[in-house]
């Protein structure tokens, strides 16, 4: 007689129907299920101006995480989009132009005083 170890991803209480026979491989599953549950909440929280059926969103989720590594790939050269608030300023500060004793202080060579 043969022991089969298998293994089930359970998700909120239910067991799915995919089987696994390596530990590694189920929780890379697991994984995959995570990120697509993730992805579907920020698609269905978005401000979408279109109305689209949760499961299609599942679905699209569930492909995204599946072609993670493409998609990863896709998005690396997007750049940030930041929004600026009105109380930061845009630019840096400029320093205060300093009085004319200050300004000669700083440009005047320092002289060596020896002492005899």
């Known amino acids: 007689m043969a022991v089969i170890a298998r293994f089930v991803v359970v998700r909120d209480g239910v067991e799915l129907d995919q089987v ?4 590694k491989e189920a929780e890379a599953y697991d994984k995959l299920l995570d ?30 995480a599946e072609n993670a590594p493409v998609v990863a790939k896709i998005l690396k050269a997007v750049k940030p989009i930041t929004l600026e608030s009105d109380d930061i300023p845009k630019t840096k500060p400029k320093a205060e132009p300093a009085d004319d004793k200050t300004k000669a202080q700083e440009t005047a060579p320092k002289s060596k005083s020896k002492a005899a």
Do not use: C, V, Y
Request: aromatic share 6%; net charge negative.
């Open 20 to 23: 696994f026979t390596d530990r």
């Open 35 to 64: 990120a697509a549950q993730e992805i579907s909440e920020l698609i269905k929280q978005g401000d979408l101006k279109i109305t689209i059926d949760p499961k299609t969103i599942d679905s699209i989720a569930i492909f995204l």
